[in-house]
């Protein structure tokens, strides 16, 4: 990985704002990620996460933090939060913004065991593929205490595949179709294409309820997004 996510986090925190992320997918054409909407603040996210982080309780993992967003709401309500990201630059900038605990380092590395576990921003996309939602779950469900939640949100992306009729496209003898080949560049360069899972809210509780975890639908969103507790 590049990292050219925590690249623009990086020029962005530190004055050298020139453009924004592009991002692309296998189903989708390009757009763009504006840098100022990755350090918005509490007023400027949208209702499901602010719903997330009303709903937050005890010690905090907040996952794939970004520039640190949600923990720094967090951290000011007087929460104790570790906030993790795979990318350096976002860890290097969410440090600089003032987080206290942070670390470079995925999920599936995390080992310590919290009250609440945040997952925004299209929380099930690193779980990658439907394949491997039950490892991760299986896994979040062991970092979690006694009486212990997950917040997570997601889309079911289905409307993508609508053609003029109002019927569906998809090929059902392909994969689940929020399997999405991701594309991201930034000034010019291109980052290693990954893949990022959206995943439905039936889709979510099946999978919660073969490895024991109740699944709550929270809060649904203004465009086929939902936010919900695992718990």
Request: glycine share 8%.
């Amino acid at each position: 990985m590049k990292d050219l996510f925590g690249q623009a986090l990086l020029d962005y925190h530190n004055g050298n704002y020139t453009e924004d992320i592009i991002t692309e997918t296998n189903i989708s054409d390009k757009d763009s990620l504006p840098l100022p909407y990755l350090f918005r603040n509490f007023d400027n996210m949208p209702k499901l996460e602010q719903e997330a982080l009303n709903s937050c309780k005890g010690n905090i993992l907040d996952v794939g933090c970004g520039s640190g967003c949600h923990s720094l709401y967090l951290q000011k309500k007087g929460f104790t939060v570790k906030a993790i990201d795979i990318s350096k630059g976002a860890i290097e900038v969410a440090k600089q913004r003032g987080v206290h605990v942070c670390e470079v380092k995925a999920l599936i590395d995390e080992t310590h065991t919290f009250d609440t576990i945040l997952l925004l921003m299209n929380g099930t996309g690193i779980f990658e593929e439907l394949s491997q939602v039950s490892k991760y779950l299986t896994h979040l469900k062991s970092l979690l205490k006694p009486n212990g939640q997950i917040l997570i949100d997601s889309s079911d992306i289905k409307y993508m595949y609508t053609d003029e009729d109002g019927g569906y496209w998809m090929d059902m003898n392909s994969n689940y179709y929020g399997e999405l080949d991701y594309f991201l560049s930034y000034k010019g360069e291109k980052e290693d294409p990954m893949k990022w899972l959206y995943l439905d809210f039936d889709t979510l509780k099946m999978a919660c309820e073969t490895i024991g975890l109740n699944c709550a639908l929270v809060l649904e969103g203004d465009h086929f997004d939902y936010l919900a507790r695992l718990s």
